[in-house]
């Protein structure tokens, strides 16, 4: 083993919950997806699989950071840690937390966390050893004072059969699912703030994605379509692997009927005629389901009862991952991704809603007041989208 290379260790967790042989798949898809995170992001470095754990191997103990960063935007990953990877000696470690105390903060307290694998055949010291001679070095190193309760910093130390690592972070990653292991999901993707944070949390769960943009012609916001093509963009980043290319769906004349001809349910019937078209677009690629950022109340078209007048325009199941969230918390999270944008900007469905719209129609006062045509005309719509691939 060569020692001194920069070397991020990286955890997952609900992968170890399955059986052997799903384990095993989604471990190898992980790998997959990392190496392709890293790829895209210019790291030069190779991903190991050892103790139920990913180890990112660089030429540079410098590139270490920029690794991590990689491995904390793929899904499935829990943490990741920059480490530094040493002989697994105890004279080795002890120098190695004399190197990471060396830029300890002024005043800063601590507390040293080791863990040791293996017999005393193979290490002839424990885990409190580690702990306790290394928290001496700490302390001479820095002057510092010892928290073992709610330490400023924890030093980390993994010692293993053949390699130690020493490393003072963990960083957080979206955690959920590697992203293939679900299948293909459409999603009905506006470019707002929902719709995006929706999409990304498929994409955590396992969900390959097919986002779909459904042109409201004349109805649609200023720059709406590219705003959407942005997002897309941005969702791209964390699928380097996959192919997210947009289908934009040109319904502006069927938002031009139900202006004429729809009174009070014209939302409901533009929420059915983007479900049609999503799914249509779903069994043209083989998807399962169809994904909206709606969320349970946030608009008159999303009561409950208006969700299900609308959910009977489909066959395919409708999954929408926001359902429960509160706005607040939408827009912190698109923010965090990267997907966030000016929500002042007219996305278009504003200007389709009626004065007094429906809060709770059935489907079928819905279907009553529709054209008896428009679902069949946005079946033809989902199959003559244009695809159009974002730029990464």
């Known amino acids: 083993m060569e020692h001194g290379r920069g070397t991020v260790l990286v955890r997952y967790g609900e992968i170890g919950t399955k059986s052997s042989k799903v384990r095993i798949d989604m471990e190898r898809l992980l790998r997959d997806n990392l190496e392709s995170m890293l790829a895209s992001r210019g790291v030069d470095a190779t991903v190991d699989h ?23 935007d793929t899904f499935g990953v829990v943490s990741a840690s920059p480490a530094r990877s040493v002989a697994p000696t ?44 290394g928290g001496s070095v700490v302390e001479a190193e820095t002057g510092a004072g010892v928290d073992l309760d709610d330490p400023d ?22 955690g959920g699912l590697p992203l293939g292991t679900q299948g ?19 994409m955590k769960r396992g969900c390959s994605i097919i986002p779909v943009y459904v042109d409201l012609g004349e109805y649609g916001g200023v720059d709406h379509q590219a705003r959407a093509l942005s997002t897309v963009g941005e969702l791209a980043r964390y699928a380097p692997e996959r192919d997210l290319s947009l289908r934009i769906a040109p319904a502006g004349d069927i938002v031009e009927t139900l202006m004429s001809e729809v009174g009070a349910t014209r939302m409901l019937s533009l929420r059915r ?36 007048a609308t959910d009977v325009a489909v066959d395919l199941p409708v999954h929408r991952p926001l359902l429960t969230r509160d706005k607040t918390d939408i827009v912190d999270q698109a923010r965090e991704i990267g997907t966030f944008d000016d929500s002042t900007i ?3 469905c504003e ?30 719509v989902g199959r003559t989208v244009e695809v159009v691939a974002p730029d990464r």
């Open 153 to 174: 910093r924890t030093y980390y130390v993994e010692c293993r059969a053949e390699e130690a690592f020493v490393f003072t972070e963990k960083r957080s990653g979206p």
């Open 273 to 308: 005629v983007m479900l049609r078209i999503g799914e249509a677009v779903a069994r043209e690629v083989g998807a399962h389901s169809v994904v909206t950022g709606e969320s349970l109340g946030q608009k008159s078209s999303q009561t409950g009862g208006n969700l299900a």
């Open 50 to 72: 050892e103790w139920s754990r990913l180890l990112v191997r660089t030429d540079s103990p410098d590139k270490t950071d920029a690794a991590c960063d990689a491995a904390c």
């Open 346 to 348: 007219t996305v278009g």
């Open 90 to 133: 105890a004279e080795t470690i002890y120098d190695a937390l004399r190197d990471a105390a060396a830029d300890h903060p002024d005043g800063a307290t601590f507390a040293v966390r080791a863990k040791r694998a293996g017999t005393e055949d193979e290490h002839p010291f424990t885990s409190r050893d580690l702990e306790r001679e």
């Open 184 to 202: 293909t999901a459409v999603v009905l993707l506006s470019g707002g703030l929902d719709s995006p944070v929706a999409a990304w949390e498929m």
């Open 351 to 380: 200007q389709v809603a009626p004065s007094h719209p429906e809060t709770n129609a059935t489907p079928e006062e819905v279907a009553a007041a529709e054209p008896a045509d428009l679902l069949a005309r946005a079946d033809a």
